[in-house]
């Protein structure tokens, strides 16, 4: 990523964004931490807010109008915040004053011609950095100090002390060129003192006059106590400029009221009155009150909605710098590539985001920079991978119907539906060889999602040759696909292939005369693969009706459905969060209705995810085709309570599926059963870990088969065991297992990728 590239990110995001009400005030105070801080009971902390950001804060909190009320969005939900009678209380209340800390003095010299706010706002800004100003006036504070409580003007004027701002009641100077020779820069802070003097106003923006060192309050200048404050601080601001000889007007473009990009979601807020003050202002605990009805105006609507933004503890600007900062190291450790690979790349996030932040493209794209510099650690995707080839190699299936030179329609069920519910591909395959009458081919391969995902742009490139190579080979036919995420990725990598969804053609042939009738009610869970294909969701909503099946939408679905947890490999990067994912969508899906009703999907690996979490969740075939083979199902009555299926299952499931159907559709002969193999079995434990460190069934015969050959192993003496390792790629598997002649008992299995290298 690019340096530019990251700003054209960080611009999107509106979260570092100021509130509104902090927009519109000519100060921009912080009024969110103020009052945070109010509301907490901490005064002095709420104090030292309105110090950092108001010149001469004494004075300021005493008189400000408010103008930000006008655009609080606690506006319309009870009332404004009531800033000015929170400031007057703070003022009041605070005990303990920020120190006065000037920077040291930079030995210039700033004439202030006229008194009232202006002039001592600027003074006191001025002051702060460094810079000695003087105001001349005979009528510095008579617009201002009847005003103000006698304690806060004592206040104001120690600090001003301090601050070292000086004082001249000497008569008005004529010449305004001679004095400009004198003084490093003249500022005329009143439209009377202005009119006196041959000078005019050249930049509105800025004050400056056309005389470059001079600048001036507009006249006639009509303005509130804190516009005539906010107009001192820009007249300070250009004078320290002048000085220092640097832009005017470089980066002010929110100086004063401007308005904020900050969206704040406000639909669920709940209204609350103002709480008005007394005749002697509020009390504290009113004033607590009050300033606890502020909404802490934030964006965050992505990562309220989005259980990955949320792990990471912050927003997607911030994610954009971390993911541009992981790039730039050269050595050392990369802490942002767990982030970069934990995303779901779902999508949910641009379409709730005001303005549109694809935080799925960031990290894709962060992915696929980071496999073409070599920097993807291997761990992330590689059993996702090596399992996606496993589908495209021992468990790929491309056949034409029966008899048939070519198929005019071809079901593409994907790899995970052939792994998870091989019964399903079957009853749906034959359903529709029967229900078209041009012949339909089954093609099982993997759509090229998981490489997708991985940032493999070479593999996933690899695998849709192999893909369009196959379908030319099979005469070009339309393919029925029966996963969301396969439609997706035909859409956006093969265009050139003609798809169409399953359900769009079960609606269209019509639906199983023997599909269960189901009695009771489901809560819908649309894939996030479905999140822009409105057509497939509008079939599957048809077919539900047809079946007469009722159903609850949750409060995120159709284009704002949430991912089960398994979409961008998640599963495989980071399981915890992954799992997270699930039982969050699960527990969503839950609070939807008030009694508990199965979930209803349409994809497999969704299904798989959020049954996981023991949540009951069927897949729509599962009604359609109540009535599955034994040969390639566990047949359970109830399909909601159906296991999860392991790793080493779903592979088996593959190869058992391929064989069935190579025997019964097309009556291809069975593959030979390797004889004398050692018996292999497991314990509870054994089979535990095999899941959690994704070790598969394949992978222990591997170790197995080695030890038989070479006798290889060693014995542990606490655990009466014996251990093995086996290196068959660049992972070592190794077992502690048991032996009873021919037969294998497997207690506990781990892996690594360090290389062991036995002593010379």
Known sequence: MEQHELRQWEAQCTQEDAPHCQAQCPLHIDVRTFCKKMAAGKINEAWAVLYKSMPMPHITANICNGLCMETCLRKDLGGSINMPELESYCAANATKNPPVRPLPSKGKRVLIIGGGLSALAAAWDLAKK????????????????????????????????????????????????????????????????????????????????????????????????????????????????????????????????????????????????????????????????????????????????????????????????HIYNNAAIVMGTRHANKMINSCMLCGLCEEICPEDFAVQNLCLTARQEMVADSTMPPSAHEFALRDMAFANTAGMLAKNAPSASASTYAFFPGCQLPAISPHLVESTYNYLRDSLEEPVGLFIHCCGAPAHWAGQKDLTEATTRQILQQWEIMGKPELITGCPTCASMFAELLPQIPTRSLWEVLEEVGLPAKARMPQQPYVLHDPCSTRHDEPMRAHVRAIIEKLAVSITEPRLSGLLTECCGFGGLLDSANPELSRKASQHRAETLSACTEDEQDVLTYCAMCRDMLARTGKRTIHLLDILFPNCNAALSCCDADPATIPVTGFSDRRENRIRLKEHLLTTVWGEAESVTKENAPTITYTEQAAANMEERRILRSDIRKVVDYVEATNSSLFNTQTQRNVASFRPVGVTYWIEYTKDNDAYCIHNVWSHRMQIIPPK
């Open 130 to 321: 460094g810079i000695s100003p003087t105001i001349l006036s005979t009528e510095a504070y008579d617009d201002v100090a009847s005003n103000i409580p006698e304690k806060a003007f004592e206040q104001h004027e120690q600090a001003m002390k301090k601050l070292g701002v000086l004082f001249s009641s000497e008569e008005l100077p004529e010449d305004l060129a001679e004095i400009c020779t004198k003084w490093d820069a003249v500022l005329l802070a009143t439209s009377e003192v202005a009119n006196q003097y041959p000078c005019e106003l050249i930049n509105p923006k800025t004050l400056q006059t056309n005389i470059s060192s001079v600048f001036t309050v507009p006249f006639p200048c009509i303005a509130t106590s804190i516009e005539r404050i906010a107009l001192g601080r820009t007249l300070a601001l250009s004078a320290e400029r002048s000085i220092q000889n640097v832009s005017l007007t470089a980066g002010r473009d929110t100086e004063g009221p401007y308005q904020s990009r900050l969206q704040t979601a406000v639909s669920s807020v709940s209204s609350l009155p103002l709480l008005p003050a007394g005749d002697e202002g509020y009390d504290e605990a009113t004033a607590m009150l009050e300033a606890g009805r502020c909404l802490q105006c934030e964006c965050m609507q992505c990562v309220n909605n989005c259980v990955y933004l949320a792990e990471f503890k912050s927003y997607p600007k911030v994610y954009a710098r």
